[in-house]
């Protein structure tokens, strides 16, 4: 129907259901108010007409589609009844009727009541009458606060979603056998078993956007006990920022079972050192590396350059800033190796950057075992390339991402990161620039990562493999290391090394078996295999070794190690010397010199 059509038919069927309003209220109260003339009767009725009709077009009730009348439209539709009422009693007042008062409310009430009753009569007809009956999955809403209301009011609003909620749960008492939205609230998270098996649930959405990290993983324990898909409403942000719909779940990750909560940054400090500024990421085309583009272009920089070894990869984070920032901020890539010292040179002269953010290195463990020498070049003699490129063409602030594996290594990566750190605090020694490091554990779904490897495992049907039943590790999430970089970045003084305050290790085979489950397959179709521990890598991961404990955190969750620079002279050395060293003794010097157990230096190299 065209809309010039249906406001027609709308407002003749408003004046039919005022006029049958106004002579059902006049007829009952005929006996208090007295008899009026037709000519009075009828011109009072026209006045409410009109200015009925006036108000209604202000409330936009020919507008709103009577499919979905809700409270939204009982309210324009108490507003313009008031609001005509009124203006029609004053209408009377002024030419002296004073007969019709009474008559007036009682038209008030019963026009509510004829012309709301009629819109939501319609809604109920077409929504239970004329819809087809689709086939509806059960869903179970984990929180029957505000989101979880969200959640069970948008799947009754879109049946096409073929979900429908039939049961909330929520540990607070007090809504305990309640109903919301006509689905009752049948128990707390630990009923979650009974209620999926009494009330036949097909799907569980955990709709509580508030749950800590703990509590998330002691719900979905109970969840994945029915055996049936589990799923998270979407990110608040990204509701917001219309990325996507309220409905539309995701599946909940490995990142949402991580005992501990995202730090939360201290944004007017980033803003102050990042807007308006030029900012260089090395690496930029990496896991972090990109994801340290991505948060930084959030503050507005002035200029961006990303640097980075791989064209690909570079190209891709190019296309994919360009898209969102091409307008606003100067997207400069760069194809560059932190080796050749020249070109670095030539890139910081070039862009004379504000910040960099030092993400270039090579961090596979086994990897870097059979390669110690390519290990050194790019981790510690590409790090001071950079270094000394930042000092020379005065760049305010360096930061280094390090890792920490470089605590008390045992392979060539981690000792590799901890000299590469060691270099740029006997930078900070020296120069203005603010040279500082930032130590995290593992990174979920980053390159070379412990995820992506299970994953493909899955899909391949198994076995996960595992290295040993009690390896621990601790983890975090691509965008939490990138902030944590960048707010490092803003706190830097100078030679710090700053460490994140993880929470609890988790056990690697924890981390597969949750892996599974999340996957929709159970342990025993998949299966678990232990390889045994590879070259070079340890039991466990410590973030600050019983020399650097410093407890009083710099900001919240975040602490500052103190290391010593006591040895630098062997770091010198192994820069200066590198290529008269063989793999072997190379592989075993770089490991005993940061440990303090390399005792003389004219015994290397023999």
């Not at 409410?48 to 589609?65: D, E, G, K, R, T």
């Not at 990290?213 to 979905?220: A, F, L, Q, S, V």
């Not at 280094?400 to 270099?423: C, F, H, Q, W, Y």
């Not at 706190?491 to 290790?505: R, S």
Request: with cysteine.
């Amino acid at each position: 129907m065209s809309y010039r059509k249906r406001l027609l038919l709308l407002a003749g069927v408003d004046s039919l259901l005022v006029f049958i309003a106004f002579v059902f209220s006049y007829m009952q109260l005929q006996p208090l108010i007295g008899t009026a003339s037709y000519e009075d009767f009828f011109l009072i009725l026209c006045i409410l007409l009109v200015c009925y009709h006036i108000f209604a077009f202000c409330f936009h009730l020919y507008q709103n589609s009577l499919e979905y009348a809700s409270v939204k439209e009982l309210k324009a539709i108490f507003q313009a009844v008031t609001l005509s009422i009124l203006a029609a009693g004053t209408i009377q007042q002024i030419a002296g009727w004073n007969f019709y008062g009474r008559s007036l409310l009682g038209t008030w009430m019963a026009m509510i009541l004829f012309i709301g009753g009629l819109r939501f009569s319609w809604r109920l007809y077409l929504e239970y009458c004329l819809k087809p009956k689709l086939d509806m999955k059960k869903v179970l809403v984990v929180g029957a606060g505000q989101a979880g209301t969200l959640v069970a009011r948008q799947l009754l609003n879109n049946p096409d979603l073929r979900l429908k909620p039939a049961v909330f749960i929520d540990d607070d008492p007090g809504k305990y056998k309640l109903h919301i939205l006509g689905v009752p609230v049948a128990g707390t998270t630990a009923d979650i078993v009974r209620a999926v098996e009494e009330h036949q649930i097909d799907q569980i959405v955990i709709a509580i956007p508030s749950l800590k990290k703990n509590e998330m993983n002691r719900i979905y324990a109970e969840c994945s006990k029915t055996k049936i898909k589990t799923q998270i409403l979407p990110k608040i942000e990204d509701v917001m920022l219309g990325k996507v719909s309220v409905n539309q779940f995701r599946d909940v990750g490995v990142e949402d079972l991580l005992g501990r909560e995202p730090v939360q940054l201290d944004i007017s400090g980033i803003s102050e050192t990042l807007s308006a500024k030029t900012v260089m990421v090395t690496g930029a085309g990496g896991s972090i590396g990109s994801e340290i583009c991505r948060q930084v272009c959030k503050f507005s920089p002035l200029k961006i350059v990303l640097l980075g070894h791989g064209e690909n990869s570079i190209y891709q984070i190019d296309m994919e800033l360009r898209s969102q920032y091409g307008d606003k901020i100067e997207i400069v890539p760069v194809i560059g190796d932190i080796q050749d010292r020249d070109r670095m040179l030539e890139v910081m002269e070039e862009h004379g950057p504000n910040v960099v953010y030092h993400a270039a290195a090579h961090k596979h463990v086994p990897l870097m075992e059979y390669n110690p020498r390519e290990a050194v070049k790019n981790n510690v003699l590409g790090t001071r390339n950079v270094a000394e490129a930042a000092d020379m063409f005065g760049v305010g602030t360096f930061v280094l991402v390090s890792s920490d594996k470089a605590v008390n290594p045992t392979n060539v990566m981690g000792a590799t990161k901890r000299i590469a750190e060691m270099v740029i605090q006997r930078m900070a020694e020296e120069s203005r620039t603010k040279f500082v490091a930032v130590r995290f554990g593992n990174v979920l779904g980053s390159r070379g990562s412990v995820i992506p490897l299970f994953k493909k495992q899955i899909k391949a049907g198994g076995p996960v493999t595992v290295t040993h039943p009690d390896m621990t590790r601790y983890f975090m999430t691509i965008p939490e290391a990138s902030r944590l970089v960048i707010q490092a970045g803003s706190l830097a003084k100078g030679g710090e090394v700053f460490v994140l305050d993880m929470g609890e290790p988790v056990k690697i085979v924890d981390l597969a078996k949750n892996l599974i489950e999340l996957s929709g397959f159970s342990l025993e179709e998949i299966g678990l295999k232990y390889t045994g521990i590879r070259p070079g890598e340890k039991m466990f991961e410590e973030l600050l070794n019983e020399n650097e404990v410093n407890d009083v955190p710099v900001y919240p969750k975040i602490l500052v190690g103190k290391s010593s620079l006591s040895n630098y002279d062997m770091v010198s050395y192994l820069m200066n010397n590198l290529h008269s060293l063989n793999e072997s003794e190379l592989k075993k010097y770089v490991i005993s010199m940061v440990n303090n157990k390399a005792k003389q230096l004219s015994a290397v190299g023999k």
